[in-house]
């Protein structure tokens, strides 16, 4: 028998959807390591809401179910509008069982100009997962890398069409601040990481690769990956972003499970849901004595 401990989990959390939520908590397990943190039962033989945990990092996910028409699997849409990025000391290692549990390869383990080692792969579904020995963190000052030691941790990242009005808009509606940005030889933006509380977002401008990531406004307005953010006081941050120009998809509300939540969208068409439910991360501890 094992006691459990909790910390607080990160101030953004990512979530992606798959058709048969089981089988993807079964494939992220093999792949890359993650261990359940949360399920709850939807009733209906389904998942409502599950957290995995990797490292210092949580991951939500849930069934693709037809009433969801704001996100859809990859698969569905053919595109992807956002990817999860790991960092982790372990690439080529993560590599080899990653693609022994079945995801295909976008990119084998190559090294970067900028000093990192990473690799691309999808999973079934399509999303889309990259891995690399470059270690950011929002305690750290610009870009720096916190190193290669300590746990794995994870990373939302998407593309705008104009990255620089984003980075504008993000800032001013939801209160992120720039912690790293890079120009890219035009009028774009190369990278960026946005700090928000104790999390980091990673943006650039889009580009032409082989990841197929789109807006969401070029999809019609389809996610495929949601993005939720710890808040503490959900109304008077709704009021900042209504003023700011976001498009509100469902004003400040209670849930059944204790928090208070919207859901707003940026101009590009990204989903993101604020509330005041903070996940926690779960780890077993020594076997009781």
């Not at 939500?60 to 990859?74: H, Q």
């Not at 079934?124 to 300590?150: F, I, K, M």
């Amino acid at each position: 028998m094992h006691d459990s401990a909790t910390e607080n989990g990160p101030d953004i959390t990512s979530s992606v959807l798959y058709t048969d939520a089981r089988n993807g908590i079964d494939f992220l397990k093999r792949a890359f390591g993650f261990a359940e943190n949360l399920l709850v039962p939807d009733g209906r033989g389904g998942l409502a809401h599950v957290e995995l945990r990797l490292g210092r990092s949580l991951l939500m996910l849930g069934d693709a179910r037809p009433e969801r028409v704001d996100f859809k699997t990859p698969r569905d849409v053919g595109a992807v509008t956002g990817a999860i990025y790991i960092a982790t000391s372990e690439v080529d290692a993560l590599f080899e069982r990653a693609t022994a549990a079945g995801a295909a390869v976008v990119a084998k383990p190559f090294d970067t100009d900028y000093g990192a080692r990473n690799f691309t792969v999808r999973d079934a579904e399509g999303n889309v997962w990259s891995a690399g020995t470059y270690h950011p963190t929002a305690d750290a000052p610009g870009g720096a890398d916190a190193g290669l030691e300590g746990p794995p941790e994870i990373y939302a990242a998407t593309r705008y069409a104009d990255a620089k009005a984003a980075i504008a808009f993000l800032k001013n509606a939801f209160g992120f601040e720039e912690h790293y940005v890079v120009p890219d030889e035009g009028d774009g933006i190369a990278h960026a990481q946005l700090s928000y509380g104790t999390s980091l977002f990673m943006l650039s401008s889009l580009a032409r690769d082989t990841y197929g990531m789109k807006t969401p406004r070029q999809l019609g307005g389809v996610n495929t990956l949601g993005l939720y953010l710890v808040v503490r006081d959900p109304d008077a941050h709704y009021a900042r972003a209504k003023a700011a120009g976001a498009e509100i998809v469902d004003g400040p509300a209670d849930t059944n499970y204790g928090s208070r939540n919207y859901v707003a969208r940026d101009p590009e068409g990204f989903v993101w849901t604020f509330g005041t439910y903070r996940p926690q991360i779960v780890r077993a501890t020594s076997p009781a004595s």
